[in-house]
């Protein structure tokens, strides 16, 4: 049965450039999922986009003395080729700066002004006498009214991690100037989240039995402890979605209440784009799609609670409003398998002190699977993991090379080379060829249950292991000594060997998709595996942008154990991954420090 499955991904901020902590926080755990459900036929759709509205952007703008359009459009190019270099697959990557999000996001607040969850209240704001306007969250910076951190920002800490009411901060400074600011009273739109209470914490326990503890526990531990409580959605600001009620020009929605908005006006533009407009109801309005979030664990709450509250607060009427039709409620998460932060080298990294390991430089000097191979076996799943550079060369020689690529290295040159380039013809095969057989077929299964559950570290452990196995079954069978005496029963071996690896390329192709699909086309397979990412730019009222896309194969590979045909031809294999020399990784730790 084929699902409707949509892989929902952190929107990056237009701000900074990518570091291995976020590919590996969220980007590459939905692309690997992605992958196996593709694999598996179901209908995937991947969305994302650049968040390129909100303060961080406006004071990267600001800082450099450049238009914010540039600003956002630069990171955001970066974005797209840093994604596809490494493979992250997404089907729609857009951006948070195109006439349908604009409209998206004004028709969910619109539906949720219609449903009795707005209001608008006076409130105190800082206010920068000296620059003649207001001063919106990360504009302000202070001391953290909860744990004394003197660098907080107003909107959130950094040091404890909490959310801030920007008003409470002690000590505030103007990010403009360094002037100080004073409060002043400013009217904005809140959305009375308090009455959407009941429904979220509803919402959470039906999922407690299979969320991540970090998720669930901690978002029922907070609404519990703290309720939920109204938050503003607008503010005082030029850049961003102009709020859609007459009087309130020069206002804008907040960034925290259209941003996830993009979840779904990516998966409408993306139904746009591909000429069939009504196709993205099909993961947001039919009720047996499932809904994946992979987000960092900065952003629980805002997925887990926040979210859902806006989805349930429009009900039906957002899509009333948005087509002018009949509505329908739109679909809630299935899940939310946040992760938890990657360090590096034992430090929190830090984009601002360049304490970092940027994605674009990494590819620059290796490839795209060893770094997705250690970052999915190093995945913060559960508690936070480090970035180690010897680990890293470790992982890459210990186990890409010398397990994997080492089964593959010793079979496929060898049967090329002593059966004419072709699968040899194995005959009847020995209980031993059928044991190992089965053993990898198996892992179809183990692997898959762990891939369903989002345990990516888990599934790629066992497929390691599995891998393991096969390179156990060539030592004991021993082909190159079988050859010399006994040429068929060498073949059954080799036979044997081809056929498991042909089975371990798709166990492995979600994690190292590159690889897998090198090894495809040496096996003789005129499809690929997997489809083609592709730039592709669209116009705009609000100026053009480039987009990612992704081309889908027909028919593309299958999550099923090998089928391998003797006489198929191969052809000309070379190894599938390079060994990385130890001292690379002083050197790696001396940029570094360059860096900082
Ligand atoms: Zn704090």
New binding site residues.
């Given amino acids: 049965m084929s699902n409707n499955i949509l892989i929902a991904i952190a929107w990056p901020y237009a701000n900074a450039e990518i570091h291995v902590g976020n590919i590996t926080g969220s980007h590459l755990p939905g692309d690997i999922v992605a992958r196996y459900h593709r694999l598996k036929g179901d209908r995937v759709l991947m969305v994302s986009g650049t968040d390129s509205h909100g303060t961080p952007v406006t004071i990267r703008a600001d800082a450099e003395g450049r238009p914010v359009e540039e600003v956002y459009q630069r990171f955001h190019n970066q974005f797209i080729e840093l994604f596809k270099k490494a493979g992250i697959s997404y089907d729609l990557f857009t951006t948070t700066h195109t006439t349908n999000h604009f409209k998206v996001a004004q028709s969910m607040f619109l539906a949720l002004n219609k449903n009795g969850y707005l209001y608008t209240e006076s409130r105190p704001q800082w206010y920068s006498p000296s620059a003649k306007r207001f001063l919106p969250d990360r504009y302000v910076e202070g001391t ?1 009214y ?2 004394g ?1 003197e660098d ?1 920002r107003s909107d959130q ?1 950094d ?2 991690g ?1 959310v801030l009411e920007p008003e409470k901060l002690l000590n505030p400074r103007s990010k403009v100037d360094g002037s100080t600011p004073e409060l002043r009273e400013t009217k904005h739109f809140f959305l009375d989240l308090s009455k959407l209470e009941p429904v979220v914490a509803e919402f959470l326990r039906q999922r407690q039995h299979y969320w991540r503890e970090t998720v669930v526990g901690q978002s029922l531990g907070q609404i519990e402890s703290e309720g939920l409580r109204p938050r503003p959605i607008t503010r005082d600001l030029d850049w961003g979605i102009p709020v859609p009620v007459e009087g309130w020009e020069g206002k804008c929605l907040y960034v925290w209440f259209e941003n996830v908005i993009g979840y779904l006006s990516a998966a409408i533009e993306w139904a746009q784009i591909t000429g069939n407009p009504e196709a993205w109801r099909d993961w947001w309005t039919d009720l047996s799609a499932k809904a994946f979030y992979f987000i960092g664990k900065d952003n629980i709450f805002f997925h887990a609670a926040w979210w859902p509250a806006q989805l349930k607060g429009v009900g039906k009427e957002f899509i009333e409003i948005f087509t002018g039709g009949e509505g329908t409620l739109l679909n809630l998460p299935y899940d939310v398998p946040a992760n938890q932060f990657m360090n590096l080298e034992g430090q929190k990294i830090s984009g601002s002190r360049n304490w970092a390991v940027w994605g674009l430089d990494f590819l620059s000097r290796y490839d795209p699977d060893a770094l997705r191979y250690y970052l999915t076996i190093n995945m913060p799943e559960l508690r936070d993991s480090d970035w180690d550079w010897d680990e890293f060369i470790a992982h890459n020689n210990n186990e890409l090379v010398a397990t994997w690529g080492n089964l593959v290295n010793r079979a496929l040159p060898f049967a090329y080379k002593h059966w004419d380039g072709c699968v040899p013809d194995p005959g009847e095969l020995r209980p031993i060829d059928k044991e190992i057989i089965a053993t990898v077929e198996r892992g179809f299964q183990t692997v898959g249950e762990h891939l369903e559950a989002v345990r990516l570290r888990a599934a790629l452990v066992e497929t390691l292991r599995l891998a393991s196995e096969c390179n156990k079954y060539q030592d004991k069978t021993s082909p190159w000594f079988e050859i010399k005496t006994d040429k068929s029963a060498a073949a059954k071996t080799i036979y044997t060997a081809l056929r498991v690896i042909d089975s371990l390329k798709v166990l492995f192709a979600p994690f190292i998709p590159f690889s897998s699909e090198l090894l495809h086309a040496y096996l003789g397979y005129k499809q690929p595996l997997f489809g083609e990412q592709y730039i592709d730019p669209q116009l705009d009222k609000l100026g053009a942008h480039n987009t990612l896309r992704y081309r889908t194969p027909k028919p593309g590979g299958s999550w099923e154990p090998s089928n391998l045909q003797p006489s198929q031809r191969l052809e000309q294999p070379a190894p599938l991954f390079k060994k990385l020399e130890p001292l690379l990784a002083e050197e790696e730790r001396r940029r570094l420090e360059k860096l900082e």
């Fill in positions: 953290c909860i744990c951190y907080a800490c040091r404890c909490n």
